[in-house]
């Protein structure tokens, strides 16, 4: 049974910095395009940020509202994908959901509560 379990989130001051852990269960996470999103309150999930399988060369790419101050990366002996959140804004105030996509399948986590306020 494939588990994605999303941990790391929590209140933040703005300017501060957070790091997200996806942990997989079920699956080789170095054959699955790893991608995490996010879902505002009252808005659509929205994709935040990818990492390609080790065969198309473990490249990161990043929506524009997050690229210069996220990172995503991959420990696959440990299967747990990481999004490293920096310099954080209130829009930054989500759930952020991890992804492990290999067609056809496509498996997503629970979700964990990020929040940024003074």
């Known amino acids: 049974q494939v588990q994605l379990v999303e941990s790391g989130g929590g209140l933040v001051q703005p300017g501060g910095s957070l790091r997200l852990s996806c942990a997989a269960s079920g699956i080789r996470i170095s054959m699955y395009t790893m991608e995490w999103y996010r879902q505002a309150p009252g808005k659509q999930r929205e994709w935040v940020a990818t990492?390609?399988?080790?065969?198309?060369?473990?490249?990161?790419d990043y929506a524009a509202s997050v690229k210069g101050r996220f990172i995503i990366s991959r420990d696959n002996a440990k299967t747990l994908v990481y999004l490293q959140m920096n310099s954080l804004k209130p829009e930054d105030t989500a759930v952020y959901y991890c992804?492990?996509?290999?067609?056809?399948?496509?498996?997503w986590g629970q979700g964990t509560q990020v929040t940024v306020s003074s």
């Open positions: 990492i390609t399988t080790d065969t198309a060369g473990g490249r990161a």
């Open positions: 992804n492990a996509q290999a067609w056809p399948a496509d498996y």
